[in-house]
T-cell receptor
């Protein structure tokens, strides 16, 4: 039972354009959501997060949107750069501080120069 | 600041062998966890710990044991390795609930 789903295994975008990565979840108890970027042969690195009390969080070129009613979040990267080419994972954790972070299957983003 | 350190980086085991993957963090984080990454499966939670002496199972715990005797260390033990445990293993830590996980650089394990 996949509680966090990333239905697009891959995405290609031209340099300078917007990249939109999507994530859906099924567990209504999730209240904290994160995005990670992963390069080959490295550990995932934290990008941006959002708590369920917000519907948007911005950090430079990265914006995360949360739609609680649809149980959907998205990561927008504007403008996309070749260095953004990586695998992106969304993750979620439950309320009450259970510390269980559940990850999606990842989306491989390729930014074309 | 070393962050999360995993050893070894690579390991090859024969079926039935045992080994321990080491994980240490120097950030005084209470929460630590182990994930495995497989193609098309993303990062799946194996075991996690919310503090010294406390561990719990994640999504895929079978075949793995953990213990947490100190805040800094969270080793993952494979008692009898199987080819299905061929994977890349990541250790991660967090300082408090609803804070970002910090990951190590992974251990690539091959079981033949």
């Amino acid at each position: 039972d996949q509680q966090v789903k990333q239905n697009s295994p891959s995405l290609s975008v031209q340099e300078g354009r917007i990249s939109i990565l999507n994530c859906d979840y099924t567990n209504s108890m999730f209240d904290y959501f994160l995005w990670y970027k992963k390069y080959p042969a490295e550990g995932p690195t934290f990008l941006i997060s959002i708590s369920s009390i917000k519907d948007k969080n911005e950090d430079g070129r990265f914006t995360v949107f949360l739609n609680k009613s649809a149980k959907h979040l998205s990561l927008h990267i504007v403008p996309s750069q070749p260095g953004d080419s990586a695998v992106y994972f969304c993750a979620a954790s439950e309320a009450s501080g259970t510390y269980k972070y559940i990850f999606g299957t990842g989306t491989r983003l390729k930014v074309l120069a | 600041n070393a962050g999360v350190t995993q050893t070894p980086k690579f390991q090859v085991l024969k079926t039935g062998q045992s080994m321990t993957l080491q994980c240490a963090q120097d950030m005084n984080h209470e929460y630590m966890s182990w994930y495995r990454q497989d193609p098309g499966m993303g990062l799946r939670l194996i075991h996690y710990s919310v503090g010294a002496g406390i561990t719990d199972q994640g999504e895929v715990p079978n075949g793995y044991n953990v213990s947490r005797s100190t805040t800094e260390d969270f080793p993952l033990r494979l008692l009898s390795a199987a080819p299905s445990q061929t994977s890349v293993y990541f250790c991660a830590s967090a300082g408090w609930a609803n804070s970002p996980l910090h990951f190590g650089n992974g251990t690539r394990l091959t079981v033949t």
